[in-house]
């Protein structure tokens, strides 16, 4: 992903599997924080895996473009609400989404990765 954010002497190493993280598109810890789930301030020190090494998280991403994931259990996303399910497919798959474009894209700051909504709801405070 490079080394134009956080971890640049080790890069960015799946704590699941131990591998470089190498896309933007491949990280959990930025489709978190596009969705507003972590704080600009703890990217440099929070845990990166990548998506699928999560697959609690990449089964609500729904996209031609991303791997179906299934998996089995409690939280096998079938088991659980449909309104919560819908929900977090909408906010992941955008999300994810917005990771494809950040990643097509030159210039982009750091505080504007963040879906809008998570942005309004950052300056509504």
């Not at 002497?9 to 993280?21: Q, R």
């Not at 699928?52 to 089964?59: D, E, G, H, R, S």
Request: with cysteine; glycine share 8%; net charge negative.
């Amino acid at each position: 992903m490079g080394c134009g954010v956080a971890k640049c002497d080790e890069g960015y190493l799946c704590d699941v599997c131990g591998e470089e993280v190498e896309r933007l598109t491949e990280s959990e810890l930025y489709l978190r924080f596009v969705a507003g789930w972590v704080d600009a301030e703890t990217l440099h020190t929070t845990a990166e895996r990548h998506i699928l090494c999560n697959p609690t998280i990449a089964q609500f991403i729904v996209s031609d473009h991303f791997s179906h994931v299934e998996i089995d259990g409690p939280f096998d996303k079938r088991q659980l609400d449909p309104a919560y399910v819908k929900e977090r497919e909408r906010l992941l798959t955008a999300a994810w989404l917005r990771l494809r474009d950040i990643e097509g894209s030159e210039g982009d700051s750091l505080l504007d990765y963040p879906l809008e909504e998570v942005l309004t709801r950052l300056r509504e405070g």
